[in-house]
């Protein structure tokens, strides 16, 4: 079982649809991070959360930190064929640099 | 402004062969981490380096796998004599207070 587990690990939408995607925990993180990761490429950073029940909104992604700081949530709104990919949460524990990771949710976006 | 450079891109080994990954970090970085990814799955730690010291590596397989970062140049992630299972995409991360940046990733194939 991993750490992280996050939901669904598949999602395959219609443009203009809204999508979210959950990162669970039993474990406390002091931070959380989301990343989206394209084919033959490394994960690129969208955001960190680090209070509990925080929320940022990037654009149209809304992330959402739990209040207990044990889950989060990405939700996009009204999808297009450029949010295609992989997203990944990963979250630090206390007095931890490393991350780990879940296990990805992939999300295609059919125009 | 180059960000965390990772070569080759892609190495291909034969069973029993070395393998060496290089990473260079961001500039300013002085932490440096690696990941392994198999295919459709999440990011695997593997080991944390700051200049000239192994700092957490409790993800690095006991045998065959060693990890440096020196005073000068990159740091080196070395695999002996490979395996079919060594095969994957291997990520670097470099860090600075402010948040992780990955490279592009190795992707080794063992044949």
């Known amino acids: 079982t991993q750490l992280l587990e996050q939901s669904p690990q598949f999602l395959s939408i219609q443009e203009g649809e809204n999508l979210t995607v959950y990162c669970n925990s039993s474990s406390v993180f002091s931070s959380l991070q989301w990343y989206r990761q394209e084919p033959g490429e490394g994960p690129v950073l969208l955001v960190t959360?680090?209070?509990?029940?925080e929320v940022k909104k990037l654009k149209r992604l809304t992330f959402q930190f739990g209040d207990a700081r044990k889950d989060s949530s990405l939700h996009i709104t009204a999808a297009q064929p450029g949010d295609t990919g992989l997203y990944l949460c990963a979250g630090a524990l206390s007095g931890g640099n490393k991350l780990t990771f879940g296990g990805g949710t992939r999300v295609l976006v059919k125009p | 402004n180059a960000g965390v450079m990772q070569n080759p891109r892609h190495l291909v080994r034969r069973r029993g062969q070395e393998a060496r990954l290089r990473c260079s970090p961001m500039?300013?970085?002085?932490?440096v981490y690696w990941y392994r990814q198999l295919p459709e799955e999440g990011l695997k730690f593997m080991v944390y380096l700051q200049k000239e010291n192994i700092i957490d590596e409790s993800g690095m397989p006991k045998e065959r796998f060693s990890a440096e970062f020196p005073k000068e140049g990159p740091s080196i992630l070395r695999i002996q004599q490979v395996v079919r299972g060594d095969s994957a995409a291997y990520f670097c991360?470099?860090?600075?207070?402010?948040?992780?940046?990955f490279g592009s990733g190795t992707r080794l194939t063992v044949v």
């Open positions: 959360v680090v209070t509990g029940g």
């Open positions: 500039k300013g970085h002085s932490h």
């Open positions: 991360a470099s860090s600075d207070t402010s948040g992780y940046t």
